[in-house]
């Protein structure tokens, strides 16, 4: 039986951070390599029926990629606070990992991406379950799965990084790296010391950055430059 594509899961040290625009730029380096990449979304929060979500916008920035939301909720919250103040069920993180698994298994894709929603530790479904689960639950159906962190680039990043890595490991989940998913043009003193504290507090590689505004590119320059942005093995 061949191997089955690995899963990277697109995690992030808080909301608002660019996990979107770097699982896009992580899908377009993917292509680059003529790989196929399928990208879920297990749960889209703060949107209505209709309205273009971050599957989207990714297909938009990234490319020919297959994409799935799973789930959206219309409120901008949790996923499991959603769920409450809309009075619907969600389904629970193992149900989610069936249907992840669904799609690494059809043969469709070489590598698979999903973006979580806000931290490595937000609650997924009403039993508490959250996006590390998530992972644990696809290594259990025999998914090769890895953690890409997306990290602020300024003062506060190193706790809230070594905070994330620290849960992974835990866990025993694999760490890939970090990712700084806004990286301004003109850095600050603290934000160019991070580039090398990152990977000494958070014992994993910081795998490469973001330029800010890269997510209102138009898609050809997106495509074009993404692959110099990160660090794909």
Same mark, same amino acid.
């Given at each position: 039986m061949p191997d089955l594509p690995p899963v990277i899961v697109v995690t992030g040290t808080g909301t608002e951070i660019g996990k979107t625009v770097v699982t896009a730029a992580l899908a377009a380096s993917l292509l680059h390599r003529g790989l196929r990449v399928t990208v879920v979304k297990a749960t889209q929060t703060g949107l209505q029926p209709g309205e273009p979500g971050d599957v989207d916008e990714v297909a938009a920035l990234a490319g020919d990629v297959r994409t799935r939301e799973l789930v959206r909720l219309p409120d901008p919250l949790a996923p499991d606070a959603a769920a409450?103040?809309?009075?619907?069920?969600?389904?629970?993180?193992?149900e989610h990992a069936d249907s992840v698994m669904h799609l690494v298994r059809d043969g469709s894709a070489d590598v698979v991406l999903v973006e979580g929603a806000g931290g490595l530790l937000v609650r997924m479904d009403a039993d508490g379950a959250t996006i590390a689960d998530l992972g644990t639950a696809l290594e259990a159906r025999g998914a090769r799965v890895g953690f890409l962190v997306v990290a602020t680039?300024?003062?506060?990043?190193?706790?809230?990084?070594a905070l994330t890595a620290e849960a992974l490991r835990h866990r025993g989940l694999d760490c890939l790296g970090f990712v700084i998913g806004s990286w301004p043009e003109h850095p600050d003193l603290a934000m160019r010391c991070?580039? +090398?504290?990152?990977?000494?507090?958070?014992? @994993? &590689?910081?795998?490469?950055? /973001?330029?800010?505004?890269?997510?209102?590119? +138009?898609?050809?320059?997106?495509?074009?430059? @993404? &692959?110099?942005?990160?660090? /794909?093995?």
């Open positions: 409450r103040v809309a009075g619907v069920g969600i389904p629970t993180v193992a680039a300024g003062l506060g990043t190193l706790n809230h990084s991070n580039l +090398e504290d990152l990977p000494n507090v958070t014992g @994993a &590689p910081l795998l490469g950055w /973001v330029p800010e505004g890269a997510g209102r590119w +138009e898609p050809e320059r997106f495509r074009a430059e @993404a &692959p110099a942005w990160l660090r /794909v093995e």
